[in-house]
């Protein structure tokens, strides 16, 4: 009886809209009655276990979950970065999250203010912020991991909200795919030993490789925005050849295999379209200023000679650079 009488009383609460849950399960240990307990609008109602498997299935029970945790950062913040917590998931939750931004797009920066705040309040305390060599069960550690690898991508505009949302979503993507917030930050550490700062980069750069002149009008850690000189390039459309196609025929144009027979010196950089249709060479700078002069490509090669960055720069001279580690 009374079990029917917790089944009437969940079916009346039903119809109420599901603000939040709880998870804790227990156990009678007289056997009466086996049960976890769901709070809906803020009232605690015990369900039967076999009720649960069929209410988890219902579709608007999962929507019910979804929007709780939308509606509690530090729920949404739980689930996203436990390793115990499914993939479609953390699909779902994003998906919630993007269905918020579409239907309320004020709700939902106003939801990843709540996030960043969330974050960002475990700053002072110092054990969180330590990187422990073990994982550690806390949801403090967690977010010190995360509070770390959010301070990282935005390094150079640490305190724009705009950014910080933006770092924080992305962060939440990626969490979509990884077991787990300390495996995430593995491999970010990883990854980021890997990478180079910009003086790194150009310090690799042979110097006997003639390059572009520019000025460099804004400069960060990875990456800056330039404004080049006029320069010429040769250039290759990618219709049907993959990457190592369009390189050997450049390649294969600057080392000689052109109507004048004519070998070139290598430059750099190598530019490719950002849609990938295109891949360019730079020409050596003494065609720079007059292209007629340079060598023509063999008709069947699939060469074009072109001026101004190859259409690379035809809305302007300045252009964002992004340094990488190659393939």
């Not at 804790?24 to 009466?32: A, C, D, P, Q």
């Not at 077991?179 to 150009?202: V, W």
Request: charged share 25%; aromatic share 8%; net charge positive.
């Amino acid at each position: 009886h009374l079990r029917r009488l917790v089944s009437a009383f969940l079916c009346i609460g039903w119809i109420c809209p599901a603000n939040s849950f709880s998870g804790s399960l227990f156990i009678s240990k007289f056997g009466v009655c086996s049960s976890t307990d769901f709070r809906i609008e803020h009232a605690k109602l015990h369900t039967p276990l076999e009720m649960i498997p069929a209410m988890r299935n219902s579709k608007r029970f999962q929507l019910a979950i979804q929007m709780s945790q939308i509606d509690e950062p530090p729920v949404f913040l739980k689930a996203m970065m436990s390793s115990r917590v499914s993939k479609s998931t953390k699909s779902d939750l994003i998906s919630a999250l993007q269905n918020l931004r579409k239907s309320d797009e004020r709700g939902a920066i106003q939801f990843l203010d709540k996030l960043v705040q969330e974050i960002d309040s475990i700053s002072s305390n110092r054990l969180a912020m330590i990187k422990w060599p073990i994982r550690l069960p806390s949801y403090r550690a967690k977010l010190g991991c995360f509070k770390r690898m959010l301070d990282e991508l935005v390094q150079d505009e640490p305190t724009e909200p705009r950014r910080r949302r933006s770092a924080v979503a992305q962060l939440l993507r990626q969490l979509q795919e990884e077991s787990g917030i300390f495996t995430m930050e593995q491999e970010y550490d990883k990854k980021k030993k890997s990478e180079c700062t910009m003086e790194d980069m150009l310090a690799r750069t042979p110097q006997d490789l003639e390059t572009p002149k520019y000025d460099v009008l804004v400069q960060r850690k990875k990456w800056e925005v330039r404004a080049y000189k006029d320069f010429s390039v040769c250039s290759f459309r990618m219709q049907d050849q993959t990457n190592g196609g369009a390189f050997n025929a450049l390649a294969g144009y600057i080392f000689g295999k052109n109507q004048e027979s004519v070998k070139m010196a290598m430059t750099t950089p190598v530019i490719s379209s950002g849609d990938g249709s295109k891949m360019s060479f730079v020409m050596p700078s003494s065609f720079w200023t007059d292209l007629s002069k340079a060598p023509r490509p063999q008709p069947t090669a699939g060469v074009e000679l072109e001026v101004a960055g190859g259409g690379l720069l035809e809305r302007g001279e300045t252009v964002a650079a992004l340094w990488f580690g190659g393939f």
